[in-house]
C-alpha cells in the first residue's frame, strides 16, 4: 500500500493550500483516512480523520474551523482543505489508513495501519 501526499507549498499567512493523497494497492472506501503532521523538533500531532464514508470527521482543536477533510472513493484519495494558514501549521503533512471504518484519535481500538511520506507545508509571517 502505498500514500502519496501532495499539494504542499511556501504560502504566507491567511492564505489557503488544498493537499490531496493518492492511495494505490488497497481501496479505502471501507477505511477511515487520517491526516497528521510533524513540525521540527515536535512530535507527530493529529490533524482530521473521516469515516468510510464522510459520517464521521474529527478534527484537532488547532485547525478546527479552518481546515476540512474530505474523501473521493471513487478516486481513492483523501484531501486537506487549508484556509486562514498560520506560521504555526507550519509542519510535514502526512496522510494515512486506519485499521478500520472510523478512526477516533486518542480513543482505543482505533489505529492507523498506513503512512504516507508527507508533503511540507510553510505559512510565512
Known amino acids: 500500500v502505498q500514500l502519496q501526499a501532495s499539494g504542499g507549498g511556501l504560502v504566507q499567512t491567511g492564505d489557503s493550500l488544498r493537499l490531496s493523497c493518492a492511495v494505490s494497492g488497497r481501496t479505502i472506501s471501507n477505511y477511515a483516512m487520517a491526516w497528521f503532521r510533524q513540525a521540527p523538533g515536535k512530535e507527530r500531532e493529529f490533524v482530521a480523520s473521516?469515516?468510510?464514508?464522510?459520517?464521521?470527521?474529527h478534527y484537532s482543536d488547532s485547525v478546527k474551523g479552518r481546515f476540512t477533510i474530505s474523501r473521493d472513493n471513487t478516486e481513492n484519495t483523501v484531501y486537506l482543505q487549508m484556509s486562514s494558514l498560520k506560521p504555526e501549521d507550519t509542519a510535514v503533512y502526512s496522510c494515512?489508513?486506519?485499521?478500520?471504518?472510523?478512526?477516533?484519535?486518542?480513543?482505543?481500538?482505533?489505529?492507523?495501519?498506513?503512512w504516507g511520506k508527507g508533503t511540507q507545508v510553510t505559512v510565512s509571517s
Open positions: 494515512a489508513v486506519a485499521g478500520g471504518s472510523w478512526y477516533i484519535p486518542q480513543a482505543r481500538g482505533y489505529y492507523i495501519e498506513y
Open positions: 473521516v469515516s468510510w464514508n464522510g459520517g464521521s470527521i
